[in-house]
């Protein structure tokens, strides 16, 4: 259970949550339907512009939706799992695989998170976490695998995460997450649990940090890594990693990386490495 003041996110606003929740729903609305919306909100024209409009915030070329990292909040539209640079018939004639090969761009691979109320007053689907990924230290996702994906401090970063990211762009935000957070806020002793999909989130790590996805391999046979600052032989702190298993009478020593110790306890406990591709797990 996460209990937290939320210093960050601005006092609940009624206009504030109109405008998060036209700017997502604009580009899917017909041209009479969308005129509608405009005009209810032309006493906050300039926010309106602000938020919609603006050239920070471009939209999808195929269907006219607002784009989020590069990819279209309508998940009917192919560009929500494919970036704009890709010509609009290949997906539709190509599989996957195909694609990938011709283009050298990977398929959006989407990792899910759950986000409840203590009271699951309110609950929330994220429908992909995997910026957090991207962003997290080798640490923090080993600990959110150790805890089972969900309900401890690195699940709670996951949620908040994206809290942060909202008040920087208020494109990225996800409303009902917005809603969520103010629910919390406004209650004593009221907190909040995060649930990541496990498997979804291997499947990111095995092609964008394979390297980490080796070291969470590792630490489902009982390895357990650490990092530490030591002295190197000049005197001056360096940070290291190192390894240790129950099981196994070797133990590692200290590396530079935890690539380094991952790929050493993958040999001693003979598992098959994953191949290396991607971004280094640090």
Sequence with gaps: MAKIDFPFLPQPEPVRSLLLAASDVLGQLNETSRQVL?????????ITTQVVESPEHPVCKQCGSALVRGYCVDSTCLYSDWT????????????????????GRAKRIRVRAEVHSDDRAMEVVVDDVAAWFEEARPEDVLALDAHDWGGCEAADDVALFFARQGIAGMHDENPAL????????????MGFECQVDAGQAMAWLRRWRPMLALAIQCQVHGVKFSRATVKDTSGQPVERWSWTCDHVITQGGLYVTLDDAARQAAVVLGLRQTPRAGASSD
């Design 178 to 189: 917005a809603a969520l957070f103010a629910y919390v806020r406004g209650r004593r002793s």
């Design 84 to 103: 704009q640079d890709i010509p609009r018939e290949l997906p539709e004639r190509y599989s996957a695989k195909d694609v990938e090969a011709l283009t």
């Design 38 to 46: 405009l005009d209810a909100l032309k006493p906050f024209e300039r």
